[in-house]
């Protein structure tokens, strides 16, 4: 309860009933002649300045625990997390230059993002983003308490995972997988690969390796080649791969290829001939059927 606070002069004003009511109202029972005004006054006077010290005091304290606490709590916040992002299926948390937990993806159909700590499995979702709020609660209260190394280590990724992911990312368009690359209907589409956390991809020929944020943007580079090139051009690019390389299919359709453009050769005028469509004929041997007589 809060009251009034009276000066000594006001007080001064007041006859005897009314101070003693005062000091009723406060608690205040005063020594020596309480018979005298000037004995409830100086009672009262100092009751105040006993409460008013009292308030002083309480709030100097809370001041000081307040204090206390912002200082405790800046000590003991943890420092706010940097993502890095190696692919789009790897991220890396660090708490300063503390790598304190990674989120990769793996093959599990319902749950394939993992939080993971050390090489450790601590917690599997469908999203990635529930993988995300579950490093953020934890390092908030403190119970994330793994860490690793000062240096940002390369994620490991296996040679068996690499090739899987392409496979999978492969059979999604209809890509054939080759010990020399991606092929569609026998064309080279290009290459995909990771090296040291990174996807790439080289299209086509080029042999010109390019970045990737993943395996499923590189092999959705290669999808949006031309995949409608003539048969001509498909047979042009057999003649030049090793024929230890090419398939049954693949062996039959150059023959063939070679016999149709040797027929068609034949029956060009003899003046309107090359001297290398005259090589070609002079090792073209036709397969003749033989017909009864």
């Known amino acids: 309860m809060t009251h009034v606070r009276y000066t000594q002069q006001a007080l001064s004003r007041y006859n005897l009933p009314r101070l003693k009511r005062i000091a009723a109202e406060r608690g205040v029972t005063p020594t020596g002649d309480k018979r005298a005004a000037d004995t409830w006054v100086n009672a009262i006077i100092t009751h105040q300045s006993t409460q008013l010290q009292k308030v002083d005091n309480q709030a100097l304290a809370q001041a000081e625990l307040d204090n206390y606490i912002a200082d405790q709590a800046q000590a003991i916040a943890p420092e706010p997390l940097r993502i890095v992002e190696i692919s789009f299926d790897h991220h890396e948390y660090y708490a300063g230059d503390q790598l304190i937990a990674n989120i990769s993806h793996d093959d599990n159909l319902t749950q394939p993002w993992v939080v993971m700590l050390k090489g450790v499995e601590k917690f599997r979702a469908n999203t990635w983003a529930r993988c995300h709020r579950f490093i953020q609660w934890h390092h908030q209260d403190s119970t994330l308490h793994e860490t690793a190394p000062t240096q940002p280590e390369t994620p490991c990724i296996s040679e068996n995972r690499i090739m899987a992911h392409i496979f999978n990312e492969c059979q999604n368009y209809g890509f054939e997988i080759l010990d020399d690359g991606i092929y569609n209907n026998g064309v080279k589409l290009g290459e995909v690969g990771c090296t040291n956390g990174n996807w790439w991809v080289i299209l ?8 990737s944020n993943s395996v499923l943007n590189a ?35 150059m023959l063939s290829a070679e016999a149709t453009e040797c027929e068609q050769l034949l029956d060009h005028p003899v003046d309107e001939l090359t001297s290398k469509d005259w090589e070609r004929l002079r090792e073209y041997e036709p397969h003749l059927e033989l017909v009864a007589a």
């Open 204 to 211: 086509g020929c080029s042999g010109q390796q390019q970045y």
């Open 219 to 253: 092999v959705r580079s290669l999808s949006m080649l031309d995949t409608s090139l003539s048969t001509e051009a498909s047979d042009e690019y057999l003649q030049y791969r090793p024929l230890e390389q090419l398939t049954t299919e693949e062996l039959q359709q």
